[in-house]
């Protein structure tokens, strides 16, 4: 009989604050946290072996600590509170796999309509 192993795991909408909360394997190579109460990329200096990493729709503003993502090939930081990425930080530099990065900021107008006048 085989050890059954994961290697992709999802955890959506589950309010983590901290990704080292998780107590996760460092041989995972898919991570998805999308939609939790994240403020930082703070946590996966272990991850050594990830592939795509999905952060989006969290509350970052700290980028931090994706040196060591050498095998990073997808990352999705999309939805999050990024206002800005300072050229001296080189972290990004290590990301050396990286074929797709989305940064993509979404922004929700709500107009309200007086009915009566329609």
Avoid: W
């Avoid at 999905?54 to 700290?62: E, M, R, V, Y």
């Avoid at 001296?88 to 796999?97: A, M, T």
């Amino acid at each position: 009989m085989s050890d059954f192993v994961v290697k992709r795991i999802s955890r959506l909408c589950e309010n983590i604050e901290k990704i080292d909360q998780l107590y996760l394997k460092e041989d995972i190579v898919s991570l998805n946290l999308h939609g939790n109460n994240l403020l930082s990329t703070d946590g996966l200096l272990n991850f050594n072996y990830l592939v795509e990493l999905d952060l989006s729709a969290n509350s970052i503003s700290c980028l931090t600590h994706f040196e060591n993502l050498l095998s990073l090939k997808i990352l999705n930081l999309s939805s999050n509170l990024i206002k800005n990425i300072p050229n001296n930080q080189d972290h990004f530099k290590y990301l050396i796999s990286l074929q797709h990065l989305n940064l993509r900021i979404r922004i929700y107008y709500y107009e309200s309509y007086n009915m009566m006048s329609l």
